[in-house]
């Protein structure tokens, strides 16, 4: 950015904060004359006053650099998890004990926005989703609005209640859902006043898990893939995630949106299920080979950006744009420190939504979102082991990867 801009977002900053030039050159210990040349764009400060600047103001370095940006919005699933903690999942006809139950949000919307709040308490959220009129919808509300998010898109049925999964999560991270859709299979389109939108990102999950979305479309294919088209044509960047469903029909619902979105995240099973393709070879092993081929598959199918899968061992990237293919292992996190892993996945997409904001690398994004995933073991529901964006970024250098 050049010196007048920066200049003039200084200028509002100051007026907006109540300062006067004098005031302001107090604070950074400079001249009242070095700040108006720096308003009236005649040079601009040190690089080591950038971070005063931030702190004094309340907003990031990148702030002077870029402006204000408009945000990431999240719209689709929203479930009041009740985790229910279980030793071993017991076969058919057998018992097995529950040491302990909590309640949490659940879903693709509280889920990944509010650890995208976590991550960076200055970035502009909205979400968009429907609850039904009962005491998991107000306390999902709470929490959305406890953690400075927009949730004036959540939409209250009359009609159905909000919905919940029981979530039977294992000493070893496993988990295993069971389900009441509610009013998520009520959310549609018309739940979402696109016109009010102002995010630079959209991201919207989980297909197939999205009753009235995942209908079928004569024109479009599917409902989303004409409602993803209409949002791409506001200017706004897309970005789906999906849910794994063992019964699904993964492309009928999936391929017709791809035409349509700038950033696929989903993970292994998902991603090669679209194509009828195995992500484990009969021996266990992450066939990383399947894993290339079906994200080069959805590129050829219309994914502008980017395409991301990650896996419980290491993730992957494939910038549509450049051809450019990143992989990187997954952290080495202790068996003992790990607690749950519920929301992991969402949890990597808060990071890889946040790195893409920030035009991160391949590689850096995938850092970053595997350590952002690797949070969440640390708690048994999916977002309270979430940690800053330097606690993140530090996570590496402390845990090691896997090889």
């Given amino acids: 950015m050049d010196p007048k801009s920066i200049g003039n977002i200084i200028t509002q900053l100051r007026k907006k904060s109540g300062m006067t030039q004098q005031s302001l050159a107090e604070k950074l210990n400079v001249s009242d004359k070095t700040v108006s040349k720096w308003e009236n764009g005649q040079g601009y400060p040190d690089i080591t006053v950038f971070p005063k600047l931030a702190n004094l103001f309340g907003v990031t370095v990148d702030y002077f650099m870029f402006g204000e940006k408009k945000g990431i919005a999240i719209a689709g699933n929203i ?9 071993t999942y017991p076969k058919l006809g057998m018992l097995a004990t529950i040491s302990d139950i909590s309640y949490a949000v659940g879903g693709c919307v509280p889920n990944t926005a509010i650890n995208l709040s976590k991550i960076d308490r200055g970035m502009p959220i909205q979400v968009f989703g429907k609850v039904g009129m009962d005491e998991y919808g107000r306390y999902i509300l709470s929490q959305l609005q406890q953690n400075g998010i927009d949730a004036n898109g959540i939409v209250v049925s009359s009609a159905s209640q909000t919905s919940f999964s029981d979530v039977m999560s294992m000493p070893t991270g496993d988990r295993t859902f069971f389900h009441k859709r509610g009013a998520n299979a009520e959310f549609s389109p018309e739940d979402i006043k696109a016109d009010a939108l102002s995010c630079e990102i959209f991201h919207i999950g989980y297909i197939l898990l999205l009753d009235r979305f995942d209908a079928s479309d004569a024109e479009y294919g599917t409902v989303m893939a004409r409602f993803l088209h209409s949002i791409q044509e506001k200017g706004i960047k897309t970005s789906i ?16 949106a791809l035409k349509y979105c700038n950033y696929v995240i989903m993970n292994e099973i998902e991603g090669c299920s679209v194509w009828n393709l195995e992500a484990y ?9 399947s894993i290339q081929i079906a994200m080069e598959k959805m590129v050829e199918a219309g994914v502008s950006d980017m395409v991301i899968i990650h896996s419980k061992e290491r993730s992957f990237a494939l910038n549509a744009k450049t051809g450019c293919f990143a992989e990187v292992p997954s952290l080495r996190i202790p068996k003992e420190e790990i607690k749950g892993s519920v929301g992991a996945g969402d949890a990597f997409c808060a990071g890889c939504l946040y790195s893409l904001y920030h035009g991160f690398s391949e ?3 995938l850092e970053f979102a595997s350590a952002a995933a690797a949070c969440n073991l640390f708690a048994v529901n999916s ?15 402390k845990y090691g990867r896997l090889s």
């Fill in 79 to 87: 479930v009041a998890d009740v985790v229910k903690n279980i030793e």
């Fill in 241 to 256: 995630d999906v849910v794994s469903d063992s019964n699904a029909d993964y492309g009928k619902k999936i391929i017709p």
């Fill in 281 to 289: 070879t009969q021996d266990g092993v992450l066939d990383k080979k």
């Fill in 363 to 365: 590689k850096e994004l």
């Fill in 383 to 397: 977002v309270d082991g979430m940690r800053s964006k330097a606690e993140i970024l530090s996570m590496s250098e």
